[in-house]
């Protein structure tokens, strides 16, 4: 017997309000955030703030916010053609110059010069 194909791919991602299974999940209430660390934002209305400001620059930190003695910066948003669907960052110990950790997740990948000519 062969099952019927319905279109769906492996991975694939339909967006939440399309699908039964996504209206489901989204009938849940939100999660009220959680204090990991003293400096953990739990406030909606600060957390809205840093969030309006990560789409603006496209840059996300968090100093020990979910470790002591851990920050971590988001530095490049990977997307698709649905959006944005993962992120790529590093993690380093506190005590490492922020300063140096933006600057390398703001470096922009080399542009490829055309190919020669055959």
Known sequence: MRWPSYGLVSG?????HATAYGKVLLTAPPERPTRRTRHTVVSPGVLAGQLARIRASGLA???????????????????????????????????????RVTAAGRVQPPRR??????
Do not use: F, K, M
Request: proline share 18%.
């Open 61 to 99: 930190v968090c100093a020990e916010e979910s470790r002591l003695g851990e920050v971590t910066v988001a530095a490049a948003p990977v997307r698709g053609p649905e959006g944005t669907l993962a992120a790529l960052g590093v993690t380093v110990a506190t005590g490492v110059p922020l300063d």
């Open 113 to 118: 010069s055309p190919s020669p000519s055959p």
């Open 12 to 16: 694939e991602r339909p967006p939440p």
